[in-house]
């Protein structure tokens, strides 16, 4: 009793899944409806294998996987490194493992012309010692602003106080940690730049 002349597929331009399934008890009932069930769109999506993804429920729920697939579908990275995206915050910790390696550095400022402001010393980062010169180099109005402000004490450091935890460090985090890593967590920007201000004491 069944046909393949009478089988329909039933699109509609709101996905509104309540509506949907009314729909759908409602055709169930009808006398010369035989049955109906839903065609799902399967699609896979790009997981990152950073450790603790799995805990970050708010990507899944922004839809983050469906915008990284666009990318890694086509082998590249997402983000974009030309884009800067500020912590204006309390500052950020630039030389947590999974942040350095997308802290963004202000190339005017780089006096001796080696590509970088920062510098890996052992364990931390440091602001490269033949850049520091006191001069505000791209005269842009700060002096040596090699990643970033400090508001609070006016000064080009925006290191939470002894490089501890702060507020702006798991901003910084959310906006542009490291992505695919192996290690912390994802982020929304995967590889997008990220600017440090502090601009609050407390």
């Known amino acids: 009793d069944i046909y393949l002349n009478r089988i329909y597929r039933l699109t509609f331009n709101e996905k509104n899944l309540n509506q949907i399934k009314k729909i759908q008890n409602y055709l169930t009932k009808l006398p010369m409806i035989h049955s109906t069930e839903f065609e799902y769109l399967r699609k896979p999506l790009y997981t990152p294998n950073d450790q603790y993804y799995n805990n970050q429920w708010y990507l899944p729920a922004i839809n983050s996987n469906d915008a990284w697939n666009l990318w890694t579908n086509n082998n590249e990275v997402p983000g974009n490194q030309n884009i800067i995206l500020a912590s204006v915050d309390l ?45 505000d180099d791209d005269e842009d109005g700060y002096e040596d602003n090699f990643i970033g402000w400090d508001n609070a004490f006016n000064d080009n450091d925006p290191m939470p106080p002894n490089n501890s935890y702060s507020h702006g460090t798991a901003v910084g985090g959310c906006v542009s940690a490291t992505t695919n890593n192996n290690i912390g967590v994802a982020s929304v920007g995967w590889s997008v730049k990220l600017m440090g201000l502090n601009t609050s004491n407390d």
Do not use: K
């Open 91 to 135: 500052g950020v910790n630039y030389s947590h493992p999974d942040l350095q390696n997308n802290i963004w550095q202000n190339l005017g400022e780089d006096a001796d012309g080696d590509g970088v402001v920062i510098v890996q010393n052992g364990n931390t980062w440091e602001f490269d010692p033949d850049d520091i010169n006191g001069i």
